[in-house]
């Protein structure tokens, strides 16, 4: 198990516990997580290999006892200041993806958050727009 991680595999890190937090990940919020990967900029130096061996090595993180907390620590260690809002946005992005965020969704997000500091309003307006990208007609 790793003990400290660089930015962009913490943003992995964060994405991929989200989506476990209710214990199913589902096809569509794999899809976000590649999604996202491919196109923003922090992820522009990595390739799918790197992210299927990151998100596998957060689930055996997360597996072991006390997983999401020492998720959280390392996630809280490894994101300078002007990334933690990204870390969220991109959690709250995941959460929103398959049209329904489930209570352990919910409750992750709010312990990243106190993790990494976040105002309340700031947590707010991040998931309000999350949801309102996966918004159907």
């Known amino acids: 198990m790793k003990t400290q991680l660089t930015p962009q ?15 199913q990940i589902t096809q569509v919020e794999l899809q976000r997580i590649g999604s996202m990967v491919n196109e923003l900029p922090v992820f522009s130096d990595t390739d799918g290999d790197w992210l299927v061996r990151e998100a596998q090595d957060c689930g055996k993180a997360l597996s072991k006892t006390d997983g999401v ?8 260690a490894a994101l300078p200041e002007h990334l933690r809002e990204t870390a969220y946005a991109l959690a709250a992005e995941v959460a929103a993806s398959d049209l329904a965020v ?4 919910i409750d992750f997000l709010e312990m990243l958050a106190d993790e990494l500091g976040l105002d309340e309003l700031v947590c707010a307006a991040l998931e309000r727009s999350a949801r309102a990208r996966h918004c159907t007609a």
């Open 69 to 76: 907390r020492h998720v959280l620590t390392l996630v809280g």
């Open 102 to 105: 489930k209570d352990a969704e």
């Open 9 to 23: 595999e913490a943003l992995i890190y964060v994405m991929v516990t989200v989506a476990a937090a209710d214990r």
